[in-house]
């Protein structure tokens, strides 16, 4: 079983920044696929930013050119790095770790947007 601890979350202005971690509680070097989710309230979940095992990323047009996923191997973490924050980024963030055999939540983290 594998365990995922996102943390990072808050109440922020527009246009502001926050930085999301995943601590996963096993080597992340199995996991060919790691990401970032969000849902807001009324809505369903959507892929906001993946990373592979070598490296490559994606991301949903909503973010491009505002987050950046990124990932630690020695630390078994991945990061969100958020910038200039909209009310529409407004929900809670999940992390997702995903190998042949495992596809792992973490108990999300809310990030609020507002003035």
């Known amino acids: 079983q594998v365990q995922l601890v996102e943390s990072g979350g808050g109440l922020v202005q527009p246009g502001g920044s926050l930085r999301l971690s995943c601590v996963v509680s096993r080597s992340i070097f199995s996991f060919y696929l790691m990401g970032w989710y969000r849902q807001a309230p009324g809505k369903e979940r959507e892929s906001v930013a993946y990373i592979t095992s070598g490296g490559s990323t994606d991301y949903a047009d909503s973010v491009k050119g505002r987050f950046t996923i990124s990932r630690d191997n020695a630390k078994n973490t991945i990061y969100l790095q958020m910038n200039n924050l909209k009310p529409e980024d407004t929900a809670v963030y999940y992390c997702?770790?995903?190998?042949?055999?495992?596809?792992?939540w973490g108990q999300g983290t809310q990030v609020t947007v507002s003035s």
């Open positions: 997702n770790a995903r190998s042949t055999s495992i596809n792992s």
